[in-house]
Nanobody, 123 residues
Framework: QVQVVESGGGLVHTGGSLRLSCAAS????????MAWFRQAPGKEREFVAG????????YYADPVKGRFTISRDNAKNTVYLQMNSLKPEDTAIYSC????????????????WGQGTQVTVSS
């Protein structure tokens, strides 16, 4: 079992940057592929970025490609999301999730979720 806690959200102006962190507990963390999802008000939760358990493969939703970077440090049981060139449409609650499936973007296949951290981008 894995428990995850997100941090690093906040308020930033358009074009700014933030780095989100996802701290996980559990000795089997390195076996899990991880992902970030986001949910804006009135919208469904959507996939943002994912990373294979080994860290060797990353994948992104089209709206964030080239601006966001996901990474992980298995020694620290932590996943990161570096967000650059932020836009108002990036405003959402960002949640970290864990799965034993490989490279999946489907939120239905993620078993463990954090509470989320708010990211607000002002225009």
């Amino acid at each position: 079992q894995v428990q995850v806690v997100e941090s690093g959200g906040g308020l930033v102006h358009t074009g700014g940057s933030l780095r989100l962190s996802c701290a996980a507990s559990g000795r089997t963390f390195s076996r899990y592929s991880m992902a970030w999802f986001r949910q804006a008000p009135g919208k469904e939760r959507e996939f943002v970025a994912g990373i294979h358990w080994s860290g060797g493969d990353t994948y992104y939703a089209d709206p964030v490609k080239g601006r966001f970077t996901i990474s992980r440090d298995n020694a620290k049981n932590t996943v990161y999301l570096q967000m650059n060139s932020l836009k108002p449409e990036d405003t959402a609650i960002y949640s970290c999730a864990a799965t034993l499936h490989q490279n999946t973007r489907s939120r239905l296949l993620y078993d463990y979720w954090g509470q989320g951290t708010q990211v607000t981008v002002s225009s």
